[in-house]
């Protein structure tokens, strides 16, 4: 089997083929969906080192769709039903994951050509094996795509799509065990200091410096503070709290309709950002916070503009730069990172603030908790549906281990054992 590269996709008159040891090997009408799906089945084999045999390659035939079809369902039309039934019933990120497994890895090996009653225990493998090459999940999130694509199958035997003995046989495909060759896993997410976060607040503006206390407070995801719209919140109740409703939770289905109820210091926070705003509106808007931003640059001026930046100035204010309306987790990750830069620009050595990220603050947030009020405030305010995953974010228990330790005396260090001595 040669060592660099698969062959190409080839053309020969009106059929794609690929050159195996001098010989064509027929994929099909040249373009085709068929043949394309056949060539990556090829292509992921060979980065796999699969052994083709001759049996293997004589598979790769170009057969008609109607031919190879029969009465059965295909994997593409399985995917097409699912991603439908999908997108109706399950929330917009979820639907999001669905998406990318089925599309760029699912059908894109198994796609027109390929029965569903024909897609074995080896082809789910074939499908992780260049999930792996793609080097775009770690190992646990890996696992959690395998297991919603035998979901996939499962919903196709409930439609009477996928024999049930398909179906049960994709679920003997064992989940990757740490330190599987080629796969990768993510560090533990820790807390970011308090401290940390304080010092990295002061050179934010407003909206962000808001946007980070809420996330804290109510022990938010990124998303559910960059996707706030002003109709999430109800302002109406008369006991003295309101309550954010996000429009989708990740956990809803385990927990029900999620309601975070916000004390005077969240409505403190949030109140200006509501003021003459429609409800499908975000709470805290990217435009704003450059605005903001703008101001504390122009208010920490020492020295009079020169003319040329006046006229750059009144340049730019002619043509304003457009912002979008709500942030995404790249624009919120990039202006907290821009505020620790400045941070440290002006603190000094022993100050300097760690480099965190907007996704480590749920964890500080649920250590705060649990230390402040216990596991089941913690586990309750979070939204988590056992308290194991609240300990998974929480880092309680090792606070207290800690204290414990600084705290220790050796039982054994008395008089009396030394006595014995």
């Known amino acids: 089997m040669p060592k660099n590269k698969p062959p190409k996709y080839a053309r020969i008159g009106k059929y794609a083929a690929v050159y195996l040891d001098g010989k064509p090997n027929y994929l099909g009408l040249y373009n085709s969906p068929e043949s394309k799906a056949a060539y990556a089945r090829f292509e992921a084999e060979w980065w796999t080192k699969a052994q083709f045999t001759v049996e293997k390659r004589n598979t790769l035939t170009f057969q008609s769709s109607q031919e190879q079809r029969g009465t059965n369902a295909t994997i593409h039309e399985l995917a097409a039903a699912f991603l439908d039934h999908a997108k109706a019933n399950v929330d917009p990120t979820t639907y999001s994951v669905f998406q990318t497994i089925v599309l760029d890895f699912l059908t894109k090996l198994y796609g027109n050509d390929t029965l569903v009653e024909d897609f074995k225990p080896s082809c789910l493998k074939l499908v992780r094996s260049e999930m792996i090459r793609s080097r775009r999940f770690c190992r646990n999130t890996l696992n959690r795509h395998i297991h919603r694509i035998v979901s996939v199958f499962a919903w196709g035997v409930e ?37 940390g976060i304080k010092q990295t ?98 208010s920490k001026g020492k020295t009079k503009p020169t003319p040329s930046r006046v006229a750059r100035d009144k340049a730019r204010a002619g043509k304003p730069k457009q912002y979008n309306e709500f942030y995404n987790r790249h624009s919120y990750n990039r202006a907290v990172a821009y505020a620790i830069q400045q941070a440290n620009r002006n603190l000094p050595d022993e100050k300097k603030v760690e480099h965190w990220t907007p996704y480590r603050l749920r964890n500080s947030a649920a250590t705060h908790i649990e230390i402040e009020n216990g596991l089941d405030e913690a586990q309750a305010q979070l939204g988590h549906k056992t308290a194991n995953m609240t300990r998974r974010y929480s880092k309680a228990q090792l606070r207290i281990r800690e204290g414990l330790a600084r705290e220790q005396i050796n039982p054994f260090d008395t008089e009396e054992v030394e006595e014995l001595k």
């Open 159 to 195: 439609e009477e799509l996928v024999p049930e003995t398909t179906w049960r046989a994709l679920k003997a495909v064992k989940s990757l065990p740490k330190g599987y060759p080629e796969t990768f896993d993510h560090k533990e997410r820790e807390d970011v200091p308090f401290d």
């Open 201 to 298: 607040l002061q050179f934010m503006p407003p909206t962000l410096r808001a946007m980070v206390q809420i996330q804290f407070l109510l022990g938010l995801r990124p998303s559910e503070v960059f996707n706030m719209r002003v109709g999430d919140l109800d302002v109406s109740r008369k006991n003295g709290l309101w309550y954010y409703m996000p429009g989708a939770y990740k956990t809803e289905r385990f927990v029900g309709k999620m309601q975070f109820p916000m004390g005077k210091p969240a409505q403190v926070l949030i109140a200006p950002y509501l003021e003459g705003k429609s409800p499908d509106q975000a709470v805290f808007s990217p435009h704003t916070a450059m605005e903001e931003r703008k101001a504390m640059k122009k």
